[in-house]
């Protein structure tokens, strides 16, 4: 398991919201080379301003897709994560069909996820946003279950934008039914320290937050006390 001390190289430093500017996003990026998270998160119109922002750095490139309902037709998720790619993200969070999960069209949810897989191929590592705070405990289960027999790479708990965030019993509910054929990431509502360490120690593989400042804020408080 991660140390304390490695958990901001985990840390998807995620900036979403709709009233973001382009100054913003420079800062983000600013941050994200001088603490070294694993990447900068922003939606799609932003990756080429991200990609030229770090480039010559190891912090990665993320975007979004079918962001932040999953309602979009699959053609349009697979489409907004090829133009992210091509524009220089690494990495695609997309956010389940919800609707057709909780239509049970299984299916349906299949092949939504295998088409963006298809658009990321080899070129970016998927991750899939269950949303697990609109799902059952037998819809997470089944839903993390479509999630590796498509091809993802990790599968995520939330969008931070629904009615509930990441909690540890979900983190914990995924991390038992993927194993080790997919990574878990606990997103929505980690604002602290100890709130990172808790999903880390639950399981999760990668932590999606607004609040890496405040993280890495308390992680040099700890190192100079």
Same mark, same amino acid.
Do not use: W
């Given at each position: 398991?991660?140390?304390?001390?490695?958990?901001?190289?985990?840390?998807?430093?995620?900036?979403?919201?709709?009233?973001?500017?382009?100054?913003?996003?420079?800062?983000?990026?600013?941050?994200?080379?001088?603490?070294?998270?694993?990447?900068?998160?922003?939606?799609?119109?932003?990756?080429?301003?991200?990609? $030229?922002?770090?480039?010559?750095?190891?912090?990665?490139?993320?975007?979004?897709?079918?962001?932040?309902?999953?309602?979009?037709?699959?053609?349009?998720?697979?489409?907004?994560?090829?133009?992210?790619?091509?524009?220089?993200?690494?990495?695609?969070?997309?956010?389940?069909?919800?609707?057709?999960?909780?239509?049970?069209?299984?299916?349906?949810?299949?092949?939504?996820?295998?088409?963006?897989?298809?658009?990321?191929?080899?070129?970016?590592?998927?991750?899939?946003?269950?949303?697990?705070?609109?799902?059952?405990?037998?819809?997470?289960?089944?839903?993390?279950?479509?999630?590796?027999?498509?091809?993802?790479?990790?599968?995520?708990?939330?969008?931070?934008?629904?009615?509930?965030?990441?909690?540890?019993?979900?983190?914990?509910?995924?991390? $038992?039914?993927?194993?080790?054929?997919?990574?878990?990431?606990?997103?929505?509502?980690?604002?602290?320290?100890?709130?990172?360490?808790?999903?880390?120690?639950?399981?999760?593989?990668?932590?999606?937050?607004?609040?890496?400042?405040?993280?890495?804020? $308390?992680?040099?408080?700890?190192?100079?006390?």
């Amino acid at each position: 398991m991660i140390q304390e001390s490695q958990l901001l190289s985990i840390i998807d430093h995620t900036l979403l919201k709709a009233e973001a500017s382009r100054e913003d996003i420079i800062r983000l990026c600013q941050e994200a080379i001088h603490y070294g998270p694993a990447t900068v998160f922003t939606h799609g119109y932003y990756t080429p301003l991200v990609a $030229e922002q770090l480039a010559g750095s190891r912090v990665r490139v993320g975007a979004t897709a079918g962001f932040p309902y999953g309602a979009q037709p699959p053609a349009v998720k697979a489409f907004e994560a090829r133009t992210s790619i091509a524009d220089g993200a690494q990495e695609i969070d997309i956010v389940l069909n919800i609707g057709a999960m909780k239509s049970g069209e299984f299916d349906v949810v299949y092949r939504d996820v295998c088409g963006v897989r298809e658009a990321c191929a080899d070129r970016a590592i998927l991750k899939v946003i269950l949303e697990t705070c609109l799902l059952t405990r037998e819809e997470k289960i089944r839903a993390c279950e479509i999630c590796v027999k498509a091809g993802a790479d990790f599968v995520k708990t939330s969008t931070g934008l629904s009615y509930g965030g990441a909690t540890l019993e979900d983190v914990r509910l995924m991390r $038992e039914v993927v194993g080790d054929r997919a990574k878990v990431k606990a997103a929505g509502g980690i604002r602290t320290l100890a709130q990172a360490m808790a999903m880390v120690e639950a399981g999760a593989d990668r932590i999606g937050t607004s609040s890496m400042l405040t993280i890495a804020q $308390e992680l040099e408080a700890k190192a100079h006390a």
